[in-house]
């Protein structure tokens, strides 16, 4: 009996992988979802987002590519309860098995509003709602700042509110998209580029508030006002803002931050600027209670300076009475203590002094005088000008005008100048003796 020989056929790694990755991805298909406990997240640099899934007894890993979490709102971190929607399949190059992540919940909330109050417990333990941080918002303020979308109705409402209460202010509009991807950008770079401008206005050409806000609309609508980054551009604003999302059931991120909150839009036109008939009733009202006031305080002041003026009277009689007697006494005291006389010769004395000390100046210049003349004569005798004119001359060589003292120092053809008594003469050497 002869035996068949039975070929046996040999697997490498990959193909063993490979026929596990195919079993999985046969036995699942193409969707799956997985609920689980995360752990051990890794935010790799790439943007892709690996971490585990875990019950009570088994871990399946995780990874969910940068595409994919872009667009997530909360924060995934250790210890969030999540359900996952994905693909099982295997990593080759380790043989292990994981779920490729394409969507990802928060079990038992909502994404939003689990990404809003972890952004919130992050900000609060920054102290971004302190109250204590928040400006006062300025009373009738001549220049606003309003950052909103120009084709919803928060801009129209705003407007009409202002209009009607008070007509003259200027108001300063920054359009941008209140909703959707770019929104958050555009409204965070508004509020930036109005505190930018602010800085470059003369005192008081200043934005002195701003209105950030939108009509009301979904949390989803609304979420731009909960985005981290308008968030901070509030809290670094100069210009103190009223946020007016209108939306009075629910605060966002952006009420919390604000100096000031206001249910819509309208209300925070309303905070900023009373009714002009309003405000002139109060002027009415303190115009009168200022006048009633006034005439009180008046007639108390009048009362007042009668009683003192009658007091003062008799003051001044007694007064009056006490220095008369005073006053002769002392007068009497004056007359033999006169310094009449010895003032008048005192004044003799100054009046002999002055002609003694005129004399003698007189008789210095004089003196002066004598001895100036004596030195005037002296100077006359031995000036040049008397030599030149007993006939005398002097001689320059030019043109360097050197005086020639030597004739032995001329040559023939040189030019010279002579100074006479009047004038000069100018001449050419012909010959040197």
Same mark, same amino acid.
């Given at each position: 009996?002869?035996?068949?020989?039975?070929?046996?056929?040999?697997?490498?790694?990959?193909?063993?992988?490979?026929?596990?990755?195919?079993?999985?991805?046969?036995?699942?298909?193409?969707?799956?979802?997985?609920?689980?406990?995360?752990?051990?997240?890794?935010?790799?640099?790439?943007?892709?987002?690996?971490?585990?899934?875990?019950?009570?007894?088994?871990?399946?890993?995780?990874?969910?590519?940068?595409?994919?979490?872009?667009?997530?709102?909360?924060?995934?971190?250790?210890?969030?309860?999540?359900?996952?929607?994905?693909?099982?399949?295997?990593?080759?190059?380790?043989?292990?098995?994981?779920?490729?992540?394409?969507?990802?919940?928060?079990?038992?909330?909502?994404?939003?509003?689990?990404?809003?109050?972890?952004?919130?417990?992050?900000?609060?333990?920054?102290?971004?709602?302190?109250?204590?941080?928040?400006?006062?918002?300025?009373?009738?303020?001549?220049?606003?700042?309003? =950052?909103?979308?120009?084709?919803?109705?928060?801009? !129209? +409402?705003? $407007? &009409?509110?202002?209009? #009607?209460?008070?007509? @003259?202010?200027?108001?300063?509009?920054?359009?941008?998209?209140?909703?959707?991807?770019?929104?958050?950008?555009?409204?965070?770079?508004?509020?930036?580029?109005?505190?930018?401008?602010?800085?470059?206005?003369?005192?008081?050409?200043?934005?002195?508030?701003?209105?950030?806000?939108?009509?009301?609309?979904?949390?989803?609508?609304?979420?731009?006002?909960?985005?981290?980054?308008?968030?901070?551009?509030?809290?670094?604003?100069?210009?103190?803002?009223?946020?007016?999302?209108?939306?009075?059931?629910?605060?966002?991120?952006?009420?919390?931050?604000?100096?000031?909150?206001?249910?819509?839009?309208? =209300?925070?036109?309303?905070?900023?600027?009373?009714? !002009? +008939?309003? $405000? &002139?009733?109060?002027? #009415?009202?303190?115009? @009168?209670?200022?006048?009633?006031?006034?005439?009180?305080?008046?007639?108390?002041?009048?009362?007042?300076?009668?009683?003192?003026?009658?007091?003062?009277?008799?003051?001044?009689?007694?007064?009056?009475?006490?220095?008369?007697?005073?006053?002769?006494?002392?007068?009497?005291?004056?007359?033999?203590?006169?310094?009449?006389?010895?003032?008048?010769?005192?004044?003799?004395?100054?009046?002999?002094?002055?002609?003694?000390?005129?004399?003698?100046?007189?008789?210095?210049?004089?003196?002066?005088?004598?001895?100036?003349?004596?030195?005037?004569?002296?100077?006359?005798?031995?000036?040049?000008?008397?030599?030149?004119?007993?006939?005398?001359?002097?001689?320059?060589?030019?043109?360097?005008?050197?005086?020639?003292?030597?004739?032995?120092?001329?040559?023939?053809?040189?030019?010279?100048?002579?100074?006479?008594?009047?004038?000069?003469?100018?001449?050419?050497?012909?010959?040197?003796?």
């Amino acid at each position: 009996m002869s035996k068949v020989a039975v070929a046996r056929h040999i697997y490498t790694v990959t193909e063993i992988t490979q026929n596990i990755k195919n079993l999985l991805q046969n036995a699942f298909g193409e969707n799956v979802w997985v609920e689980g406990e995360v752990s051990n997240v890794n935010h790799h640099s790439s943007g892709h987002l690996y971490f585990s899934l875990k019950d009570s007894t088994s871990v399946l890993a995780a990874a969910m590519f940068a595409w994919a979490n872009k667009d997530v709102k909360f924060k995934i971190e250790d210890g969030l309860k999540v359900i996952c929607f994905g693909r099982i399949d295997c990593y080759i190059r380790r043989s292990q098995y994981q779920i490729i992540v394409e969507r990802i919940e928060p079990k038992g909330i909502g994404s939003l509003q689990l990404a809003l109050e972890q952004l919130k417990v992050k900000l609060e333990k920054e102290g971004l709602f302190k109250p204590e941080r928040k400006k006062s918002i300025p009373y009738l303020p001549s220049r606003i700042g309003v =950052v909103t979308s120009l084709s919803g109705a928060a801009i !129209r +409402d705003i $407007l &009409k509110v202002l209009d #009607r209460r008070f007509r @003259g202010v200027h108001i300063i509009i920054h359009p941008v998209q209140v909703q959707g991807d770019r929104a958050k950008e555009e409204i965070a770079g508004a509020i930036n580029e109005l505190n930018a401008f602010n800085e470059s206005l003369s005192p008081n050409e200043k934005i002195e508030v701003m209105i950030v806000g939108r009509g009301g609309g979904s949390i989803e609508d609304l979420w731009a006002f909960n985005e981290e980054i308008v968030t901070r551009a509030i809290y670094r604003s100069e210009i103190p803002v009223i946020s007016a999302v209108g939306h009075e059931r629910d605060w966002t991120i952006a009420d919390l931050v604000a100096d000031v909150r206001a249910a819509t839009p309208s =209300v925070a036109a309303e905070l900023i600027i009373p009714k !002009r +008939d309003d $405000l &002139k009733e109060q002027v #009415r009202g303190l115009a @009168g209670d200022l006048k009633t006031d006034f005439q009180a305080i008046l007639s108390h002041l009048q009362d007042s300076l009668e009683d003192c003026f009658y007091r003062l009277n008799l003051s001044m009689q007694n007064v009056l009475r006490i220095n008369i007697s005073e006053w002769e006494s002392a007068r009497k005291k004056l007359g033999l203590l006169s310094p009449i006389a010895a003032i008048q010769q005192a004044m003799a004395r100054v009046a002999d002094l002055t002609k003694q000390f005129r004399i003698l100046l007189e008789h210095l210049l004089e003196l002066r005088q004598a001895d100036f003349n004596k030195a005037a004569e002296k100077l006359t005798s031995l000036s040049p000008l008397n030599i030149l004119a007993r006939g005398y001359s002097i001689t320059f060589k030019m043109p360097q005008g050197a005086v020639v003292k030597d004739a032995h120092l001329l040559e023939a053809g040189d030019m010279i100048k002579s100074r006479v008594y009047r004038g000069e003469i100018l001449s050419q050497v012909t010959e040197v003796e």
